[in-house]
């Protein structure tokens, strides 16, 4: 079944430390985005890509980078520069000339320790 | 700078009633609008889009889009405790040939039983 699928569902991670949140899709989709959302908030666009090699920062790019090497793959680093990166993260994905809205993963939640 | 406006809510209806849920935009441009529905804790997912004015009906659900006012909502007919969840409002624009999403800050909608 094709789908996105992000991973850990779970992170934690410690003062200064980098993570790295997986997404990955086998839709065949052009597009992925990142999200944060904040409790009682709505989404944020962190990053976006629209073809390989190539993305742009979205609202809230501070403290974050990415990468897209492969078409189904757009992993999110969270850096130490980000001082508040406790939040619900979510990968989303869709077609580049497609009015069809997105596809979401199932999200990560990262918590700082 | 592109602004679709949800009422934060939370929305409270009795079992059985009809749930509003409504939404503004900002650019005229916008050319397909989505509903998404996310449970506490869980990723969006798309339950209705409509792209012409009028309305469109799936199940219990109906959208309604009045471009002219610039304005979208969300009919939900005999409510159900399985309906309580936060329903996101999400415009799309075509930008350099792609579809983006601008979403909404959500509306949280209890139904009591």
Same mark, same amino acid.
Do not use: E, K
């Given at each position: 079944d094709g789908g996105i699928t992000q991973s850990p569902k779970y992170l934690f991670r410690k003062e200064g430390q980098n993570v790295t949140l997986s997404c990955e899709q086998?839709?065949?989709?052009d597009a992925m985005y990142w999200y944060r959302q904040d409790p009682g908030q709505g989404l944020r666009l962190i990053y976006y890509s629209q073809i390989v090699n190539d993305f742009q920062k979205g609202d809230i790019a501070e403290g974050y980078s990415v990468s897209r090497e492969k078409k189904e793959s757009f992993p999110l680093t969270v850096t130490s520069a980000q001082k508040n990166p406790t939040a619900f993260y979510l990968c989303a994905s869709s077609y580049f000339d497609s009015p069809y809205g997105y596809t979401f993963g199932s999200g990560t939640r990262l918590t700082v320790v | 700078q592109k602004e679709v406006e949800q009422n934060s809510g939370p929305l409270s209806v009795p079992e059985g009633a009809i749930a509003s849920l409504n939404c503004t935009y900002s650019d005229r441009g916008s050319q397909s609008f989505f509903w998404y529905r996310q449970y506490s804790g869980k990723s969006p997912e798309l339950i209705m889009f409509i792209y012409s004015n009028g309305d469109k009906e799936d199940g219990r659900f109906t959208a309604q889009l009045n471009k002219a006012s610039q304005y979208v909502s969300l009919l939900i007919r005999d =409510?159900?405790?399985?309906? =309580?969840a936060t329903y996101l409002c999400a415009v799309s624009y075509s930008g350099a040939g792609s579809y983006q999403l601008t979403f909404g800050k959500g509306t949280k909608l209890s139904v009591i039983p």
């Open positions: 086998n839709l065949n989709h | =409510s159900q405790p399985s309906d =309580s």
